[in-house]
């Protein structure tokens, strides 16, 4: 099942890189790690409306996720790490919603979302 352009928005994804040493001012690791995320790319798909329930049929019973992403895009990279912008601009707010589940079938990827409140991205 394709979905139809009219139906579809855009959304802003961040792919998780893996975890970089910090470094200080001097050029000199502090001990710390961080997190690194690649830059934000547009997905254009239909996003559900917000769901009342956490039991679905989709995803197994008792997912505790909000809405879902539909996308007929089977090479979609998006996966349980990557970080969205749904609702929040992505090149002036922190991302609004994480990935919960990703489920491939034949004709589409379905991505439950959940939302989060970040104050320091």
């Known amino acids: 099942m394709l979905t139809l352009d009219r139906n579809k928005k855009s959304v802003w994804y961040s792919l998780y890189l893996g975890v970089t040493d910090v470094v ?30 956490s039991i679905t049929e989709g995803f197994g019973v008792l997912e505790d ?6 996308t007929h895009d089977l090479s979609c990279p998006i996966t349980e790490t990557t970080r969205l912008w749904v609702d929040a601009n992505h090149e002036t707010e922190p991302y609004d919603y994480r990935v919960v589940r990703v489920a491939k079938s034949i004709n589409s990827v379905t991505i439950a979302i959940s939302k989060v409140k970040v104050s320091n991205p």
């Open 65 to 70: 996720y909000d809405r879902t992403i539909v």
């Open 24 to 53: 200080d001012s001097n050029g000199y690791k502090t001990g710390e790690k961080t997190k690194t995320y690649a830059n934000a790319v547009e997905l254009r798909c239909n996003v559900s409306a917000s769901r009342g329930t």
